[in-house]
């Protein structure tokens, strides 16, 4: 059972996702809700690894909105909807299996969540969108190769460079609050 602060937390993930997802998806644009920059997706990593099941159902859901502001069609949202699943229930799962610290206070936090965080996710995201849109039958605003590349590409970048940081300064204040418990690996 979650309690409200963390039901609290979801929804402000929620909003923030949506938020960071429609500036993504409007900021380099490839096609379909596509971008060479999308920061949303440090909210699904995140809200997975700090709230489990809900994190990653918020995850999975706040695209629907940013796909919408980007002008994707719903369609779209749908076909995406497994990569948004694994890109939040990857680091989760690894995370919770582990006993990882969300905070990265360790060095073994910290290269699990580079594999399963940034790249295995991400790449493994690529890879179902694009095979979504290929056996939809929809037009690809550009070649499947591309498309892929710039998905993995678009979501790397920001996991890498915002990801660390989010996770390390904002874990402890949520630890403090209460919102979730401290972890050490």
Same mark, same amino acid.
């Given at each position: ?20 997802? %429609? ?81 990265? $206070?360790?060095? $073994? ?16 995201g690529a ?28 979501? %790397?970048i920001p ?16 630890? $403090? ?9």
């Open positions: 059972m979650y309690k409200k602060s963390q039901i609290l937390l979801a929804m402000i993930l929620f909003s923030v996702g949506a938020a960071l997802g %429609t500036i993504g998806s409007i900021s380099l644009p490839l096609g379909l809700g596509v971008t060479g920059f999308w920061p949303a997706v440090v909210v699904q990593v995140a809200g997975g690894i700090w709230l489990g099941a809900l994190g990653v159902l918020v995850g999975a859901l706040f695209p629907f909105v940013s796909n919408t502001y980007a002008g994707a069609p719903l369609i779209v949202s749908f076909l995406y909807l497994p990569s948004n699943i694994v890109q939040g229930l990857i680091p989760y799962l690894v995370f919770k299996k582990l006993g990882l610290d969300p905070a990265l $206070r360790s060095l $073994r936090s910290l290269i699990h969540f580079l594999w399963s965080g940034v790249f295995v996710n991400n790449a493994l890879l179902l969108a694009t095979f979504m849109i290929i056996v939809s039958g929809l037009h690809l605003y550009a070649n499947p190769y591309m498309f892929a590349r710039t998905w993995f590409l678009g979501n %790397t996991m890498l460079f915002i990801g660390p940081l989010t996770l390390m300064f904002l874990t402890p204040l949520l630890e $403090r609050v209460g919102i979730i418990s401290r972890k050490s690996s």
